[in-house]
């Protein structure tokens, strides 16, 4: 292909990006301006918010796009109506929001962190299990709260639900300094993460990042790991939805975490049509979101590994209009990580139970793919799991 052709393809596929995203831009300010909400339209899903943005200025918006010098906590209680469909968020049209039809906030309140405790004991439950949430690229500080509060409410995880909120500008054509700004955000997530697992209260960790986000996560364990020897033993487990991640970078940051690691899930989706804007932008480097694990050297380097979940999205047609949120807009892949992945048990075939869950058909009627399980959704998911979860 010409230089010509390369460049009018880029712009083609920006501008494409651009306009399935315009949507964001017509939302009115101000969404995170508290309401009251009644208990009778509405349920409440109570954040931790830690964040490396900067404060704003702005009414309702509390951190924009800029990066701040520290790390700040809030509380954060989310209103979600009723009436809504699962993986779905509903934007007010105007603020404030209606709380019978909106997604709103009901409290937005600044926390020190002696005050974590509190929070963690009023939010955890009886399995005292902590879920962090890394968002990813082109997320505005609102779409990060109400995109974690939406997940948390759908999957009905027990769990204390921490999201990190780093400084995403919320454009896509922001995509570098999105990209240094998860760089500038590494060492406090880490210290979020060391936190939550060196606290004696809290059982188990659960860290789901997404797109960008995925970088970020990897790169905070890992950095955990060359410090301390090895990931927090609490931490167990590592979901990673559309990661934006070099896969070559990926495979020695993993190695780089040592075998006492947490068990990893992976999202892929070969349609991910913002992950194709991020392979133009990377050098034409395979995105580990994009791969397509039936085909070699993917599938003999999944037969090697341990620890390693894998669920191609593919053939999914009910996620959002870029295939890149699948993982939280699709109910049959939100009910799945309620069901299992955020409780941290497996979704081998191996593993299932009756007809009404996974695998209701199987590859080669339970065919083995090298070391690799595959089983097949109704949805239609594939699933490889490698041979050994640790």
Request: charged fraction near 20%; aromatic fraction near 8%; glycine fraction near 8%.
């Given at each position: 292909?010409?230089?010509?052709?390369?460049?009018?393809?880029?712009?083609?596929?920006?501008?494409?990006?651009?306009?399935?995203?315009?949507?964001?831009?017509?939302?009115?300010?101000?969404?995170?301006?508290?309401?009251?909400?009644?208990?009778?339209?509405?349920?409440?899903?109570?954040?931790?918010?830690?964040?490396?943005?900067?404060?704003?200025?702005?009414?309702?918006?509390?951190?924009?796009?800029e990066r701040g010098p520290d790390l700040t906590l809030s509380n954060i209680v989310v209103s979600i109506p009723d009436k809504r469909a699962v993986g779905s968020i509903q934007w007010?049209?105007?603020?404030?929001?209606?709380?019978?039809?909106?997604?709103?906030?009901?409290?937005?309140?600044?926390?020190?962190?002696?005050?974590?405790?509190?929070?963690?004991?009023?939010?955890?439950?009886?399995?005292?299990?902590?879920?962090?949430?890394?968002?990813?690229?082109?997320?505005?500080?609102?779409?990060?709260?109400?995109?974690?509060?939406?997940?948390?409410?759908?999957?009905?995880?027990?769990?204390?639900?921490?999201?990190?909120?780093?400084?995403?500008?919320?454009?896509?054509?922001?995509?570098?300094?999105?990209?240094?700004?998860?760089?500038?955000?590494?060492s406090e997530l880490a210290a979020v993460i060391r936190a939550a697992a060196s606290s004696p209260a809290v059982s188990d960790v659960t860290i789901m990042a997404h797109s960008m986000?995925?970088?970020?996560?990897?790169?905070?364990l890992r950095q955990i790991a060359l410090q301390e020897g090895r990931v927090p033993a609490k931490v167990s487990n590592l979901i990673l939805a559309s990661p934006d991640l070099d896969?070559?970078?990926?495979?020695?940051?993993?190695?780089?975490?040592?075998?006492?690691?947490?068990?990893?899930?992976?999202?892929?989706?070969?349609?991910?049509?913002?992950?194709?804007?991020?392979?133009?932008?990377?050098?034409?480097?395979?995105?580990?979101?994009?791969?397509?694990?039936?085909?070699?050297?993917?599938?003999?380097?999944?037969?090697?590994?341990?620890?390693?979940?894998?669920?191609?999205?593919?053939?999914?047609?009910?996620?959002?209009?870029?295939?890149?949120?699948?993982?939280?807009?699709?109910?049959?892949?939100?009910?799945?990580?309620?069901?299992?992945?955020?409780?941290?048990?497996?979704?081998?075939?191996?593993?299932?139970?009756?007809?009404?869950?996974?695998?209701?058909?199987?590859?080669?009627?339970?065919?083995?793919?090298?070391?690799?399980?595959?089983?097949?959704?109704?949805?239609?998911?594939?699933?490889?799991?490698?041979?050994?979860?640790?």
């Open positions: 292909m010409s230089s010509v052709a390369c460049l009018f393809s880029r712009a083609v596929l920006i501008l494409g990006l651009a306009l399935g995203l315009s949507a964001c831009a017509s939302r009115p300010q101000g969404v995170l301006t508290p309401v009251k909400a009644n208990a009778a339209v509405a349920q409440k899903v109570d954040l931790l918010v830690a964040t490396t943005r900067a404060p704003a200025e702005a009414p309702g918006v509390y951190f924009n796009g007010p049209s105007r603020v404030p929001g209606d709380p019978a039809r909106d997604f709103v906030t009901t409290q937005v309140t600044p926390m020190q962190v002696g005050e974590a405790k509190d929070w963690f004991k009023r939010t955890s439950g009886k399995k005292r299990r902590v879920l962090i949430f890394v968002h990813g690229f082109n997320t505005q500080f609102a779409d990060s709260v109400f995109r974690f509060a939406q997940i948390v409410h759908d999957t009905d995880a027990n769990v204390a639900p921490i999201l990190f909120s780093w400084p995403s500008r919320g454009s896509v054509f922001d995509y570098n300094y999105d990209r240094e700004s998860a760089n500038y955000s590494r986000g995925g970088w970020l996560a990897v790169e905070a896969i070559d970078v990926f495979r020695k940051q993993v190695l780089e975490m040592g075998p006492k690691r947490p068990h990893i899930t992976l999202f892929v989706s070969q349609n991910d049509r913002a992950l194709r804007l991020s392979r133009l932008l990377s050098g034409r480097m395979t995105r580990l979101g994009a791969v397509d694990i039936t085909r070699e050297p993917y599938l003999s380097q999944m037969e090697t590994s341990t620890g390693i979940t894998i669920l191609d999205l593919t053939a999914l047609q009910n996620g959002d209009r870029l295939n890149h949120s699948k993982f939280a807009t699709s109910p049959e892949v939100v009910q799945l990580m309620g069901d299992r992945l955020i409780q941290g048990q497996s979704v081998s075939d191996s593993s299932l139970g009756g007809p009404t869950t996974l695998g209701t058909t199987t590859l080669g009627a339970g065919q083995v793919l090298g070391s690799a399980a595959g089983a097949v959704l109704s949805a239609p998911i594939l699933i490889f799991e490698s041979a050994a979860r640790k």
